[in-house]
């Protein structure tokens, strides 16, 4: 999505002054092959959600689920949702290893998906999972002592994030819109931290939101992260069918 992210922001340059990103295809295999390559373990991978509601589908994907992405159309209702809830809301500061979570602010046009990707690598039991001395492990270490705009600029300015992005952006099944285009569809990714929460990360809004406090034996796919998740944005939807979900979990290999 190009139109409002993170453009609310102070010391956020204007859309047309930022750099701009290929969207990435919610495409379960080029997501988890630029995951790794950008240095997350192997034993993870990347797997189609093909429904939030029925619970014979849902047991094909690995347990437990550690991150799940859930790309959908910027509706009007969904943007009146966002503009009320962070009316209420400070501009997240948070830094330092303290941090209950890592979260990125979006400065990168049409970089949603891959915000949504560093999300999922970067917190949770998924951190853990990340290879010393990798792109990704760089990534998150020099990101964790600074604040959201210094995080921002690091994201910006990182050469091989960009190339493995732009690779994988440009393999996906179908044509890939040009990095400038607008589109109207976003991700966002909740994930479950070690302490219980289930966090809503999005580099467009004003900071990480808790959505939940989940029992030890429920994942980001139980029915109460999907109730209060990504459910929510199905009830605000108004019909509109473009909505898909990937989950970040063991791999089958």
């Not at 503009?83 to 049409?110: C, H, M």
Request: net charge negative.
């Amino acid at each position: 999505m190009a139109s409002n992210e993170a453009d609310p922001h102070g010391g956020v340059p204007a859309a047309s002054d930022r750099p701009a990103f290929i969207p990435l295809e919610a495409n379960p295999e080029l997501m988890t092959s630029l995951l790794h390559k950008l240095g997350l373990s192997n034993t993870l991978a990347v797997h189609d959600v093909y429904s939030l509601t029925d619970p014979e589908m849902l047991s094909f994907i690995p347990r437990p689920a550690l991150a799940l992405l859930m790309v959908f159309p910027v509706s009007p209702a969904y943007e009146s949702a966002r503009l009320a809830e962070d009316s209420l809301l400070e501009d997240y500061a948070g830094k330092g290893p303290q941090e209950p979570v890592l979260w990125f602010r979006q400065t990168i046009r049409n970089a949603c998906g891959l915000m949504g990707l560093l999300h999922a690598a970067a917190n949770g039991p998924a951190r853990q999972l990340v290879e010393e001395g990798s792109t990704l492990d760089k990534i998150i270490k020099d990101a964790t002592p600074l604040d959201p705009i210094g995080r921002a600029r690091l994201l910006e300015t990182n050469s091989d994030l960009a190339n493995a992005h732009k690779s994988a952006a440009t393999q996906g099944d179908t044509m890939a819109p040009a990095a400038t285009d607008d589109v109207d569809l976003h991700y966002v990714c909740f994930v479950k931290t070690e302490d219980g929460t289930l966090w809503e990360l999005d580099g467009s809004r004003k900071g990480p939101l808790k959505r939940a406090q989940l029992e030890k034996d429920e994942d980001v796919l139980s029915q109460t992260a999907l109730t209060l998740g990504p459910l929510k944005f199905l009830e605000r939807g108004g019909g509109d069918l473009r909505f898909s979900c990937v989950a970040l979990a063991g791999s089958f290999d």
